[in-house]
Nanobody
Framework: QVQLVESGGGLVQAGGSLRLSCAASGRTFSSYGMGWFRQAPGKEREFVASISWNIGRTQYADSVKGRFAISRDNAKNTVYLRMNSLKPEDTAVYYC????????????????WGQGTQVTVSS
Protein backbone atom coordinates (compact mmCIF):
# COMPACT_ATOMS: atom_id res chain seq x y z
CA GLN A 1 0.00 0.00 0.00
CA VAL A 2 1.09 3.52 -0.80
CA GLN A 3 -0.54 6.64 0.61
CA LEU A 4 -0.01 9.89 -1.26
CA VAL A 5 -0.47 13.44 0.02
CA GLU A 6 -0.16 16.40 -2.34
CA SER A 7 0.68 19.94 -1.31
CA GLY A 8 1.82 23.21 -2.84
CA GLY A 9 -1.26 24.25 -4.76
CA GLY A 10 -2.69 27.74 -4.62
CA LEU A 11 -3.64 30.87 -6.49
CA VAL A 12 -1.08 32.39 -8.85
CA GLN A 13 -1.15 34.95 -11.63
CA ALA A 14 -0.59 33.95 -15.23
CA GLY A 15 3.12 33.66 -15.92
CA GLY A 16 3.87 32.67 -12.35
CA SER A 17 5.26 29.47 -10.91
CA LEU A 18 4.33 26.84 -8.36
CA ARG A 19 5.95 23.66 -7.11
CA LEU A 20 3.70 20.80 -6.14
CA SER A 21 4.91 18.07 -3.82
CA CYS A 22 3.58 14.57 -3.30
CA ALA A 23 4.72 12.78 -0.17
CA ALA A 24 4.39 9.02 -0.20
CA SER A 25 4.27 6.53 2.61
CA GLY A 26 5.67 3.05 2.29
CA ARG A 27 9.12 1.55 2.10
CA THR A 28 8.88 0.66 -1.59
CA PHE A 29 8.35 4.16 -2.98
CA SER A 30 11.47 3.90 -5.11
CA SER A 31 9.98 0.97 -7.02
CA TYR A 32 6.88 2.87 -8.18
CA GLY A 33 6.38 4.88 -11.29
CA MET A 34 4.83 8.22 -10.37
CA GLY A 35 2.49 10.42 -12.34
CA TRP A 36 0.77 13.77 -12.10
CA PHE A 37 -2.72 14.20 -13.51
CA ARG A 38 -5.15 17.09 -13.43
CA GLN A 39 -8.87 17.61 -13.70
CA ALA A 40 -10.55 20.89 -14.51
CA PRO A 41 -14.25 21.51 -13.78
CA GLY A 42 -16.43 19.75 -16.31
CA LYS A 43 -13.51 17.98 -17.93
CA GLU A 44 -12.02 14.52 -17.73
CA ARG A 45 -8.86 13.82 -15.76
CA GLU A 46 -5.83 14.21 -18.00
CA PHE A 47 -2.21 13.19 -17.89
CA VAL A 48 0.36 15.87 -17.07
CA ALA A 49 3.71 14.19 -16.40
CA SER A 50 5.27 10.99 -15.16
CA ILE A 51 8.61 9.66 -13.99
CA SER A 52 9.99 6.14 -13.85
CA TRP A 53 11.05 4.39 -10.70
CA ASN A 54 14.71 3.88 -11.39
CA ILE A 55 16.70 6.20 -13.66
CA GLY A 56 14.14 8.94 -13.79
CA ARG A 57 12.80 8.68 -17.33
CA THR A 58 10.07 11.27 -17.80
CA GLN A 59 7.05 11.89 -20.01
CA TYR A 60 5.02 15.06 -20.46
CA ALA A 61 1.75 16.07 -22.01
CA ASP A 62 2.29 18.29 -25.03
CA SER A 63 0.42 21.10 -23.31
CA VAL A 64 3.03 21.36 -20.53
CA LYS A 65 6.28 20.46 -22.30
CA GLY A 66 8.93 23.06 -21.71
CA ARG A 67 6.98 24.61 -18.81
CA PHE A 68 6.59 21.82 -16.26
CA ALA A 69 9.24 19.53 -14.79
CA ILE A 70 8.70 16.36 -12.78
CA SER A 71 11.34 15.04 -10.41
CA ARG A 72 11.61 12.66 -7.50
CA ASP A 73 13.66 12.28 -4.36
CA ASN A 74 13.50 8.64 -3.33
CA ALA A 75 15.34 9.37 -0.08
CA LYS A 76 12.47 11.68 0.89
CA ASN A 77 9.70 9.55 -0.65
CA THR A 78 8.58 12.62 -2.55
CA VAL A 79 7.79 13.50 -6.14
CA TYR A 80 7.64 17.09 -7.34
CA LEU A 81 6.04 18.99 -10.17
CA ARG A 82 7.64 22.33 -10.93
CA MET A 83 5.25 24.48 -12.95
CA ASN A 84 6.51 27.60 -14.71
CA SER A 85 4.85 30.08 -17.09
CA LEU A 86 1.46 29.09 -15.77
CA LYS A 87 -1.60 29.80 -17.88
CA PRO A 88 -5.27 30.12 -16.91
CA GLU A 89 -5.92 26.85 -18.73
CA ASP A 90 -3.64 25.10 -16.21
CA THR A 91 -6.31 25.71 -13.55
CA ALA A 92 -7.35 22.32 -12.17
CA VAL A 93 -7.11 19.94 -9.26
CA TYR A 94 -3.75 18.20 -9.54
CA TYR A 95 -3.39 14.60 -8.41
CA CYS A 96 -0.33 12.46 -7.98
CA UNK A 97 -0.53 8.73 -8.55
CA UNK A 98 1.65 5.66 -8.17
CA UNK A 99 1.99 2.55 -10.28
CA UNK A 100 3.99 -0.60 -9.58
CA UNK A 101 4.16 -1.49 -13.26
CA UNK A 102 4.49 1.61 -15.40
CA UNK A 103 5.05 5.33 -15.62
CA UNK A 104 2.66 5.66 -18.53
CA UNK A 105 0.14 8.28 -19.54
CA UNK A 106 -3.05 6.36 -18.82
CA UNK A 107 -4.76 7.02 -15.50
CA UNK A 108 -6.02 3.43 -15.49
CA UNK A 109 -2.45 2.21 -15.05
CA UNK A 110 -2.11 3.87 -11.66
CA UNK A 111 -3.38 2.17 -8.54
CA UNK A 112 -2.76 4.66 -5.76
CA TRP A 113 -3.98 8.26 -5.80
CA GLY A 114 -3.70 11.30 -3.61
CA GLN A 115 -6.58 13.53 -2.65
CA GLY A 116 -5.54 16.34 -4.99
CA THR A 117 -4.43 19.94 -4.62
CA GLN A 118 -6.11 22.93 -6.26
CA VAL A 119 -4.14 25.11 -8.65
CA THR A 120 -5.82 28.30 -9.82
CA VAL A 121 -4.18 30.59 -12.37
CA SER A 122 -5.71 34.03 -12.77
CA SER A 123 -5.43 36.04 -15.97
Amino acid sequence: QVQLVESGGGLVQAGGSLRLSCAASGRTFSSYGMGWFRQAPGKEREFVASISWNIGRTQYADSVKGRFAISRDNAKNTVYLRMNSLKPEDTAVYYCAASATTYGTSSGSYVFWGQGTQVTVSS
